[in-house]
């Protein structure tokens, strides 16, 4: 299970961390699970007062922990590489990696439906929440109740991308506290 952060068709890949020396190179952190699909990168945007700007990669270096040292096309020195400390990545989402199996973008479930092996459809994923100790699905029963569904590979039993649903073993007694 994959976060992503979504907007106007981009998502967030990371941001810039500092600028590195004086050619203008910057620190990047890349918040993904896996580098490898981004190690061919070209461009990524950059998020700007105006709007969302591309930038051209003249070179990338990765390094450990998510981050790289890149060099881009127009900035040339430590000053034009200072204004862009901070600022959100984002690429656009046609270049999302494809996930599979059981591995799915937290963006790509809204909507899905939700069986129980015991229970049956359970309701329609409304939202993820990714802001506590362990993410949640907020699911909507069909009686209107709020159920929460911790997302956890001991729970997810099948991403079915198919048909828009997926399937979990809800830990004894939580749908009952929910629904009764």
């Known amino acids: 299970m994959e976060k992503t952060q979504i907007a106007d068709n981009h998502?967030?890949?990371?941001?810039?961390?500092?600028?590195?020396?004086?050619n203008g190179e910057i620190?990047?952190?890349?918040?993904?699970d896996d580098?490898?699909?981004?190690?061919?990168?070209?461009?990524?945007?950059?998020?700007?007062p105006s709007g969302?700007?591309?930038?051209?990669?003249?070179?990338?270096?990765?390094?450990?922990?998510?981050?790289?040292?890149v060099k881009l096309e127009n900035v040339r020195d430590e000053a034009?590489?200072?204004?862009?400390?901070?600022?959100?990545?984002?690429l656009p989402i046609e270049q999302l990696p494809q996930l599979t199996g059981n591995r799915f973008y937290y963006h790509?479930?809204?909507?899905?439906?939700?069986?129980d092996q015991q229970s049956g459809d359970i309701g329609t994923i409304?939202?993820?929440?990714?802001?506590?100790?362990?993410p949640l699905f907020q699911i909507i029963h069909p009686s209107g109740k709020e159920i929460l569904i911790p997302i956890?590979?001991?729970i997810l039993k099948n991403v079915d991308r198919e048909n828009n649903r997926i399937e979990v073993v809800a830990p004894e007694g939580l749908l009952e506290l929910y629904l009764s």
């Not at 998502?11 to 004086?22: A, E, I, T």
């Not at 620190?27 to 993904?32: A, E, R, S």
């Not at 990168?41 to 950059?46: A, G, I, K, T």
């Not at 409304?126 to 362990?134: A, G, L, M, P």
Request: glycine share 4%.
């Open 152 to 154: 956890h590979d001991d």
């Open 11 to 22: 998502y967030s890949l990371g941001y810039v961390k500092k600028p590195v020396n004086r």
């Open 35 to 48: 580098l490898a699909p981004y190690k061919k990168m070209s461009c990524f945007f950059v998020e700007m």
């Open 126 to 134: 409304k939202d993820i929440f990714d802001n506590t100790v362990q």
């Open 52 to 69: 969302l700007i591309p930038f051209f990669i003249e070179k990338i270096q990765f390094r450990h922990n998510g981050e790289a040292v």
């Open 108 to 115: 790509e479930v809204i909507g899905w439906h939700v069986l």
């Open 80 to 90: 034009q590489a200072e204004t862009l400390k901070g600022k959100a990545l984002w």
């Open 27 to 32: 620190l990047v952190f890349l918040d993904v």
